[in-house]
C-alpha cells in the first residue's frame, strides 16, 4: 500500500515543493502506534486535501498522502 489517510489539518500547510504537491520536510511512519519508534519511515510523494477542507474547520478535514519508502523498510501490517 502507498496511500495514507490523514487529517487535513496536519498537512495543509507546507514547506511544499516548488510544485506545492509534495511535503518537502515532512514524513510519515507507518507500522506502530509509537510516534518515536518502530514501524518504517517513509516519504511523502504527494498530497491531496479535500478541496471542502477550511483552516479551523472540522468539516471535510481530511486528506490522502501517496507515500514511497524512505530507506529499507519492512513489510507493514495495518493497526487494528
Same mark, same amino acid.
Do not use: E
Given at each position: 500500500p502507498n496511500t495514507v +489517510?490523514?487529517?487535513a489539518h496536519c498537512v495543509a500547510k507546507g514547506p511544499f515543493t516548488e510544485n506545492g504537491r509534495v511535503l518537502?520536510?515532512?514524513e510519515v511512519r507507518v507500522g506502530t502506534q509509537d510516534l518515536t519508534q518502530g514501524g518504517g519511515i517513509y516519504r511523502i510523494e504527494a498530497v491531496v486535501v479535500h478541496q471542502g477542507y477550511k483552516p479551523g474547520s472540522q468539516k471535510?478535514?481530511?486528506a490522502l498522502l501517496r507515500i514511497a519508502p524512505k530507506r529499507t523498510a519492512i513489510a507493514q501490517?495495518?493497526? +487494528?
Open positions: +489517510l490523514t487529517a518537502a520536510t515532512r471535510d478535514d481530511i501490517k495495518p493497526i +487494528l
